[in-house]
Structures are given as structure tokens and as C-alpha cells.
């Protein structure tokens, strides 16, 4: 297939914000792929493969301005002004090839195969001398393309290709392009558990839909994990649980899937990140712990004090990313533990569907606590007075509330979805919204007086997931400590857009845009009625959204949350309508 086609309908995506308009452009575009379907897939997701690959083309803007300057003839300087100007890598690579002598253009034809090779040349060179291969394989491309496709190819490689077309959105595409829509749920619940769009496409294309329709969790292949729904009190848990249900600690953690399979282990981030390289200890323990043919675990890892016992919070943990050298030391003075509380394969079995106390017994019966794998600690109750009890036991011991879980017979590991099988409750925030909410940074307003030179606020939203859209809900501007706050501009420099990004909605206009990328957590005061911001704009009041008042920075950053994984608008709608109830109770 060749790239032009791409390039053309990527430039039609981007002129439209309408969701349908984007998935029938991208239907068509399916359907003119050949073999290539997988990696035509990877590049309209802008990468090179799925998440857990990890696969990346190391290439930096610095880089691609080196090889720009060098294919052109024309001073870096020159150039890096020019790209200060345009704001834009991709817009900066296609104004240089406009530029370039047209003698030295087209000696390949550029097919997305030959494109999807070199990016994976990129991604694979290591050592010394990677740099200029890599740099020679950007430059064959910039003289083999049109300034068109230069243009993309290069916001492919540098990640920033903004058409604005999420997972969910080529997902959609692929089931109206190779499927009948009657399994879309099947279809969406396969990739759930085997999140590799390429391999969905092309399975479901060549007529092999038996191996996607039913498809459960695979050993070493990461899934999307099952998140909690939220409420504020015991009695409303247990009301809607049917009176009983179990309850686990809610530790505060890092998410950690654990897969082994023939004396070999992976471990996998809540965003589905292999993190085995920075929990060697983990990993050497798993082979001791479980005499198992294979198994995929889902629990949460925990740094302790070893002298005491006591758990560290989660910030601890982070000390362990991005230092690879320093692990072992790390991993010494501070270890892990991991809390288990799922089981969703054994032995060749895929036990997704099997009710949770099943799950749970298996996972008892499996293997014996040791410094590094232990049960979450639970009970299971249907009185009011003793889940208080634990709870605040809990609390004591370093946690941040508890999960509640279902025990009925459908109680199945709903991988990717947040339900009702399981809900979470935090710790009070006294007279604060009960839960911590997980906002995208969309764009920021300069900074005034003390806060010259940096941002003044934030621009926050939630993600719509039936539209596929960003919707602002605050602007933030206080919980920073003077470090973060003045490093703002440099932390968000990469995700500045010229433009309003296509899936951003907003009535207010910043001074800068972001695309959205980055995820914070937030506790605020109440949700109200604003006539100002589009978060479930209409839903309470008609020409309203919602807000958060007085929100705060907690002081974490989201690394784990992609922009979709926020607080959802539906999720705001329903916390506006809970802290009214509880609001009219109050007063009754
Ligand atoms: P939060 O910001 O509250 O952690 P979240 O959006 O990350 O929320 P939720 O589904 O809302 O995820 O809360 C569940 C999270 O709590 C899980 O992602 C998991 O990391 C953590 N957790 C800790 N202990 C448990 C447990 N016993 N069962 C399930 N999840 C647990």
C-alpha cells in the first residue's frame, strides 16, 4: 500500500472533529490495505507496534533537526528558528522538502511497509554508531517522500502525530470495516484482553474471527485492567451489592500484572509498560513463589519499610523508573511487595469468567506468603459496623480505603471496564470531593507577578468516552510546590499545540494549547453548575457544564493514566448528582 494514500486521508481526518466523519474515513482506509494491514494499523496510531513492545524510534526533535539541516544544505540555527516559528516538527520537515532541489526526490516507491521498516531500524539500533543510522534512515525518507509525507512520517516518528484519532475510535473502524457490528462487545472485550490492534485487523480480515471472538488473557501478553466504580459509604456498597460482599484493603501502589510461562516472568504497568527490568527481585522471586506452568496474577506492588514492616507510599516506588543501573541497589534498601488479589489464568485455563471467590480461593491455595507475594487482606461482611472497622484498620495500616467486591455468580474479571462488580472507598476529604480525580492538562494561562516566567493555571478536562473528546472542568492553579510550578513550561514544551487539538473541547481559550498527554491527579470541593466549562455540557442545566471548585494539585502525576484512562464526564455527571442527594439529605 503506499504511504501517499495514507497521508491523504490523514490530511481529510485532521479538517474534520466529527467522530463518525473520522471513523468512515478510516473504514475506507482499512479496507485498501493489503498484508500491510497490521502496520498500516500501528502507523495511524502513530507507533510502531502496540504499547507493551515498548517500541520506540529514538529519535528527538534535536535529531531530526541534525538530519534536516544536513539533507537541506541549511545551518541548524536557520533551521531551529524556522521550527521556533512553525511550532510544529512535522510542518517544519514538510517545509524543507518544498525547499529541496526536486533532482533528488523519488528514488523509492514509499509503500507503508518500507516506511514501517525504517522506523523499526530506528527503534532497533543500538550501540555505538545508532545515531548516524538512525539519522541516515530520516534522511532516505525525507528524500524519498513528498513534503506531504514528510510531514507525517515525521510526526510519526517524533510521536506527535495529532490527527486525533484514538483506540477506541480505530477499534470502531476496524468492526464496521472487517466485522459484523453484532460482535462489536466480543470484538472490544478480545482487545481488553490483548490490547494489539494490528493483530485484532488482521485476524478479523483474513476471516479469522474464531481466534478473536471469545479471546481471553494470554501469558506474557499484557490486558487492560478492571478498575472500580466509586461511592461514599458503606450502607450504599452494601445496598448495592445485595447486603454482602467481600472487602479488600485498597492498597497504594503501583498496578502490577504478573504473567509466567515456562520458568520465564513479565511484569506489566496498569498502562500496560513492561516494567520487569525495574523489579528484578520480584521477578526472581515469582520463579520461587508459584510452581506453576503458567499463571497471570493482578495485584498491586507496595515499597515497605523492611525494619518495620510498614508500607511506604507510592511515591517510594518511582524511585525504581528510568534508573536501570541503579536497581539492585534500589531494590535492597527499598523492597516490594506485591498484594494479590486476581487470578485470570492457570495452567492453560483462562479463569476471566469464573466467579471472583472462585478466583480468590484458587489464588489461596496457590502459592505460600513470603516477603515478596501476599494476599490483599480481606474479609467478607454484610455488617455495617465491622467493614467500618476494617476500614479504618486499613487506614492504619497505610492504605487508602478499601475495594468492595462482588460475590455473585457474574462476578467475571471485566478486563478495560470500570463497574460495579467492584467499588472503591476512599478515605474521607472531610468536607472535599470523596475521591481524588484524574484530569488531562489541556492547555495552561501565563503566569502574573510572582509567577512570571511560568504558567498562572492549568487548563483541565475529563474525557468524554462516547465522543471520544477532552472537556474542560477547571482551571488549576494552586498545590505546586515552587519546584514544579516553575518547571512547568519545560515539563509541558513538548505537548504545546499552534492550534485547539481536534478532540479538545472547550469554550475558552488559553494561552497555550496541549495536546493531551498529560494526566494529574486533583481533589477539589464540590462539582457544580458552570456556564463555562463543556464537561457534560447540557446534562444538568441547558447551555451549562460541570466544574470542580477549588481544585487542588495532590501532588501526583498520572504517569500510569493515558489521557483516556481520566475521570470520565460521565463520571463527574454521576458525583454532581450523589453530592446533590447527599446535599438534599442533609437538609431533610
Ligand atoms: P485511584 O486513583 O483511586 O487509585 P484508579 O483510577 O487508579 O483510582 P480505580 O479502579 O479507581 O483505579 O481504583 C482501583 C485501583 O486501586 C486499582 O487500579 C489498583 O491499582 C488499586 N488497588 C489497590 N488494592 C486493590 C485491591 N485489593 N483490589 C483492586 N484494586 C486495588
Redesign the pocket.
Known amino acids: 500500500m503506499l504511504f501517499s494514500v495514507v497521508a491523504d486521508a490523514f490530511e481529510k481526518m485532521e479538517n474534520t472533529t466529527k467522530r463518525l466523519e473520522l471513523t468512515d474515513l478510516l473504514v475506507n482506509l482499512l479496507k485498501t490495505a493489503d498484508d500491510d494491514l497490521p502496520l498500516l494499523v500501528y502507523l495511524v496510531q502513530g507507533k510502531l507496534g502496540p504499547d507493551y513492545l515498548g517500541l520506540e524510534t529514538q529519535m528527538s526533535d534535536k535529531l531530526i533537526l541534525k538530519a534536516l539541516s544536513t539533507a537541506s544544505n541549511i545551518s541548524e540555527e536557520e533551521i531551529e528558528k524556522e521550527y521556533t516559528k512553525l511550532g510544529d516538527i512535522g510542518s517544519l520537515a514538510r517545509e524543507m522538502a518544498e525547499r529541496r532541489s526536486m533532482s533528488t526526490l523519488m528514488k523509492v516507491e514509499l509503500t507503508v511497509k518500507y516506511i514501517h521498516d525504517s522506523l523499526m531500524k530506528m527503534a532497533r539500533s543500538s550501540g555505538s554508531g545508532s545515531t548516524k543510522s538512525r539519522i541516515d534512515a530520516y534522511m532516505d525518507l525525507f528524500l524519498n517522500s513528498t513534503p506531504k509525507e514528510i510531514m507525517y512520517i515525521t510526526r510519526i516518528i517524533t510521536g506527535k502525530l495529532r490527527v486525533g484519532i484514538s483506540d477506541a475510535t480505530i477499534l470502531d473502524a476496524i468492526i464496521k470495516a472487517f466485522s459484523d457490528e453484532k460482535y462489536a462487545e466480543d470484538i472490544e472485550n478480545a482487545y481488553n484482553f490483548h490490547p494489539d490492534l494490528g493483530y485484532i485487523a488482521s485476524e478479523l480480515r483474513n476471516g479469522n474471527s474464531q481466534n478473536i471472538i471469545g479471546l481471553g488473557p494470554t501469558p506474557m501478553i499484557p490486558f487492560k485492567?478492571m478498575?472500580?466504580e466509586?461511592l461514599r459509604s458503606v450502607e450504599e456498597i452494601l445496598e448495592k451489592m445485595g447486603g454482602r460482599c467481600a472487602f479488600?484493603?485498597?492498597?497504594?501502589?503501583?498496578?502490577t500484572q504478573t504473567h509466567i510461562e515456562k520458568g520465564n516472568v513479565r511484569l506489566f504497568s496498569?498502562g500496560n509498560e513492561e516494567t520487569t527490568n525495574q523489579f528484578p527481585d520480584i521477578r526472581k522471586a515469582a520463579l520461587e513463589t508459584f510452581k506453576v506452568d503458567s499463571a497471570i496474577l493482578d495485584g498491586?506492588a507496595v515499597p515497605y519499610d523492611p525494619d518495620t514492616g510498614e508500607l511506604y507510599p507510592f511515591q517510594a516506588i518511582s524511585h525504581r523508573r528510568g534508573r536501570k543501573h541503579d536497581v539492585d541497589k534500589v531494590s535492597s534498601e527499598i523492597p516490594i511487595t506485591v498484594?494479590l488479589?486476581d487470578i485470570v489464568y492457570l495452567n492453560g485455563k483462562d479463569l476471566s469468567k469464573t466467579p471472583y471467590s472462585q478466583r480468590r480461593s484458587i489464588l489461596e491455595s496457590l502459592f505460600k506468603e513470603n516477603d515478596n507475594f501476599r494476599l490483599?487482606k480481606r474479609i467478607e461482611s454484610g455488617d455495617q459496623a465491622e467493614v467500618h472497622r476494617f476500614f479504618n484498620q486499613a487506614i492504619e495500616d497505610g492504605c487508602?480505603g478499601l475495594?468492595a467486591?462482588s460475590l455473585s455468580q457474574d462476578s467475571v474479571y471485566k478486563a478495560g471496564a470500570?463497574g460495579w462488580l467492584?467499588i472503591?472507598l476512599?478515605r474521607d476529604y472531610q468536607a472535599q470531593l470523596w475521591?481524588?480525580l484524574?484530569l488531562t492538562v489541556v492547555g495552561a494561562f501565563y503566569g502574573h507577578g510572582r509567577r512570571k516566567g511560568t504558567y498562572g493555571a492549568l487548563l483541565l478536562a475529563t474525557y468524554n468516552d462516547k465522543n471520544d473528546t477532552f472537556e474542560t472542568v477547571c482551571k488549576l492553579g494552586s498545590g505546586f510546590s515552587d519546584d514544579v510550578l516553575f518547571s512547568l513550561p519545560k515539563k509541558f514544551e513538548k505537548y504545546v499545540s499552534k492550534e485547539k487539538p481536534a478532540r479538545v473541547v472547550s469554550n475558552l481559550e488559553p494561552d497555550v494549547w496541549f495536546c493531551p498527554e498529560v494526566v494529574m491527579?486533583v481533589i477539589g470541593a464540590e462539582i457544580t453548575v458552570s456556564p463555562v466549562h463543556t464537561c457534560a455540557y447540557g446534562e444538568i442545566e441547558k447551555d451549562s457544564g460541570l466544574s470542580v471548585r477549588f481544585p487542588r494539585f495532590t501532588g501526583k502525576w498520572r504517569e500510569d493514566?493515558k489521557p483516556e484512562?481520566s475521570t470520565t464526564s460521565r463520571e463527574i455527571l454521576e458525583m454532581y448528582k450523589e453530592q446533590k442527594k447527599t446535599l438534599t439529605e442533609e437538609k431533610s
Open positions: 485492567v478498575l472500580a466509586r479488600e484493603y485498597k492498597y497504594d501502589g503501583m498496578r496498569r498491586e498484594f488479589f490483599a487508602e475495594v467486591k470500570r467492584w472503591k476512599k475521591d481524588t484524574d491527579e493514566k484512562d
